[in-house]
């Protein structure tokens, strides 16, 4: 394993900027600044806490600066950054082995251990963050691709143009020139042979599930050869590790993500028409799949027809924090720097956190029994309905690239597989997928997004397929979703604090559901939408939860809509959602749905961006400084957050490790997709003035994120709804 880290490493001394390309290169100008370590207190005379015993070293992480050790617990504890990830991705400017003597030097016998001493061992020893990566020209870039022209509203057709031309800020490459190896100097990263497309800011490597919505938007956008660049590296990988890693990290080499390169493959060939890579592509796919089958694999004996299904589940083995969240982890498990647990139960929870990373729902109440307590983590000993989806996709789509003898083995695969999910994780009694408890051998009972991704990946149960009641039943969520809020799908609809539940919504999962309602036959999809009370029409436990619980949807300054009956419905009058677009005669409700879902996912994209400084030359001016001053947006140009809210659509949305991102790769990929998709159903979002909210509680996130519950507040009247509209229109419906 050293010599897999030591190939991979990278980067010495860098400057503080990124080269400027000359503007006919058509390359970006970027400059990357480096966070300045400092106290986090600001107190210069302040001391090291008392550090626990170190965990064990990790047979997978073997470096003595990146990876669990002596080093990487100290720096971690003097809490120099305010992101702990920016420790693990500064390279060194020295050789490791000076790096070393330099720690020991500084930190032999002194204790307790001066803050400044870190300090200053830091700054001395470290370069920049995300230095090693340069902005790289975009190989076939158009500035109006064709998927504009299915875009009929000219402000969303130059909102969407310009974030097509987003990916210009996005794309990366390898530095060479300042590329380590492992003598001179020591990096994290784990270099590619490909340009990619970064998420953005903290992100700033190639990850993986995010790689999936990032295609989707490059081919929509006609960038097939990013597009092919990025399987290309993710093919380099499989060959290397024997699997894709979470991200291009060294610190990510003992867990994946969820596994979309075949989804990713199987697209890009679909678009392009490009079979020449799958010469290389297919006998990787099958090792990939293979790799799933041997590490994350499990057979569970259904309690209900006592048959034995093999079945996949995320399971990390770690037993030490993670290097880029470490100090998260430490004092989770060490509270108050205090060893209150035995060395196995610290091994537990710590698999178990790094676990969550995996599943890419970092973290969930789905995870927690419903709580917010992530010592109550269980996700290795989940079946999760997401995943398997995945996988049972995943070996259809590989039959079908591979075909000859490999085809019936795969197709043999999925089948069973599809058994398992339909036994395990469909309820026919609440209409829903749900997780699987493998200690409990029973469903858990809350319902999370992950239900529709069965769907999406083409299993429908046959109660869905036999009665238009029972399928609307299913979605019947979405339903609710649309009607009493003003936002996207939430991944639950408890309010925990965890950024993978309410009130976040996150872009990967509209794109989920809204495949998932196009996969309905029209048998059972064509009867017009029901108008009773939301929630009455959700079956009975469906949600695992009851009305009062959910989340509240506000509609005025310091009021939230009533959470019970019709009343509670504030976004739906008759046969139209607010920011749902328009309804047409004889429009099922499937249809209904997926169009209302696919504005909704338009207006937040929209208005969040319009909230932070976007504008467009000619067609839309900037908001006044009075308005963004709200969100502290004044010399702002407009975010695309990696996430949003389901009660203000003017807002990022919140909760987890860290703050808000803005880039951001999947959302402009799930955005581009939606225009290319729905572009002639999409209507101009009426987004809520922000002076109206002013005055209401908000607080901000770098880069002009706004946090206020009532930014996006519906302002109640008795005849529907009334937005005063960011663009100085007034919509009354």
Not at 360 to 386: C, E, F, H, N, Q
Not at 521 to 534: G, I, M, R, W
């Amino acid at each position: 394993m050293w010599k897999v880290l030591a190939y991979f490493a990278a980067l010495s001394g860098l400057a503080t900027a990124l080269p400027q390309a000359a503007s006919s290169s058509g390359v970006p100008s970027i400059t990357v600044t480096t966070a300045v370590a400092q106290p986090s207190n600001g107190d210069l005379d302040a001391k090291l806490p008392k550090q626990v015993a170190l965990p064990p070293k990790q047979d997978w992480c073997p470096s003595e600066i990146f990876c669990a050790g002596a080093l990487l617990q100290t720096v971690h504890l003097a809490t120099l950054f305010a992101d702990p990830k920016t420790v693990v991705d500064k390279p060194t400017s020295k050789p490791p082995s000076v790096v070393l003597a330099d720690f020991n030097n500084a930190t032999q016998g002194v204790d307790p251990l001066p803050v400044t001493t870190v300090l200053k061992f830091e700054e001395s020893d470290f370069s920049g963050e995300g230095q090693e990566l340069i902005p790289t020209e975009l190989e076939g870039y158009k500035d109006s691709p064709s998927f504009l022209g299915n875009v009929s509203d000219p402000i969303l057709k130059g909102f969407s143009q310009a974030v097509h031309s987003y990916w210009n800020d996005l794309v990366r490459t390898i530095n060479q020139t300042t590329l380590c190896d492992g003598s001179k100097c020591e990096s994290s990263l784990i270099p590619l042979n490909h340009t990619f497309v970064v998420p953005g800011q903290r992100f700033r490597e190639q990850y993986y599930w995010d790689s999936f919505w990032i295609v989707e938007g490059l081919l929509v956008s006609e960038l097939f050869s990013v597009a092919k660049s990025t399987l290309q590296n993710f093919m380099d990988e499989i060959e290397r590790f024997g699997f894709i890693p979470n991200g291009g990290r060294i610190y990510y080499l003992n867990r994946s993500q969820p596994p979309l390169f075949i989804q990713m493959l199987a697209r890009y060939v679909e678009v392009s028409g490009d079979k020449s890579i799958l010469d290389r592509a297919v006998p990787l796919a099958k090792k990939e799949l293979a790799w799933w089958k041997e590490h994350r694999s499990i057979n569970i004996t259904s309690p209900t027809s006592n048959l034995t299904h093999l079945v996949y589940r995320f399971n990390v083995n770690n037993s030490a924090p993670r290097p880029e969240s470490y100090l998260q982890d430490y004092n989770l498990v060490n509270p108050k720097g205090q060893e209150v647990l035995t060395e196995d139960q610290r091994s537990q929870l710590y698999a178990e956190l790094a676990t969550g990373a995996e599943s890419g729902w970092d973290y969930s109440s789905r995870w927690m029994d419903g709580a917010a307590d992530l010592t109550k983590l269980r996700i290795r000993g989940t079946i999760p309905v997401d995943l398997n989806a995945i996988l049972y996709r995943a070996h259809v789509l590989l039959a079908d690239l591979a075909g000859g003898s490999d085809a019936s083995d795969l197709k043999s695969a999925a089948a069973d597989l599809k058994s398992g999910i339909l036994d395990l994780l469909w309820n026919p009694t609440k209409l829903a997928f749900y997780d699987f408890d493998i200690n409990r051998a029973t469903q858990n009972s809350q319902l999370t997004v992950a239900s529709f991704y069965p769907a999406w990946a083409g299993i429908l149960p046959p109660e869905v397929l036999q009665s238009s009641d029972k399928a609307f039943g299913y979605f019947s969520s979405v339903n609710l979703l649309l009607s009493r809020f003003n936002g996207t799908f939430p991944p639950t609809f408890l309010e925990t604090g965890q950024q993978w539940d309410a009130p976040s919504a996150w872009p990967p999962h509209q794109y989920i559901v809204l495949k998932a309602l196009a996969a309905l036959p029209s048998n059972v999809s064509n009867s017009p939408l029901p108008t009773n009370a939301s929630f009455s029409l959700v079956p009975t436990g469906q949600l695992g939860l009851e009305e009062a619980s959910l989340p509240g949807q506000p509609v005025a300054a310091g009021k939230n809509a009533t959470k019970s009956g019709a009343q509670a419905d504030v976004s739906r009058s008759g046969a139209t959602f607010l920011n749902g677009g328009n309804a047409t005669d004889g429009e099922g409700w499937a249809k209904t749905l997926e169009r209302a879902l696919a504005n909704r996912y338009t207006t937040s994209a929209f208005c969040s961006w319009r909230a932070t400084g976007g504008s467009l030359p000619d067609v839309l001016p900037k908001l006044s400084n009075e308005e963004l001053n709200v969100t502290q947006s004044i010399n702002n140009t407009g975010n695309m957050f990696e996430k949003f809210s389901v009660t203000d659509v003017n807002s990022a949305g919140r909760g987890g490790e860290y703050t808000v991102q803005a880039g951001f790769g999947w959302t402009n990929g799930v955005l581009l997709w939606v225009a290319s998709t729905y572009g002639k159903e999409l209507v101009l979002p009426s987004c809520p003035n922000l002076l109206t909210t002013k005055d209401i509680e908000s607080s901000t996130s770098g880069g002009g994120s706004t946090k206020s519950n009532a930014a996006g507040a519906l302002v109640f009247s008795q005849m529907g709804w009334m937005v005063v509209l960011g663009v100085g229109l007034t919509l009354i419906c």
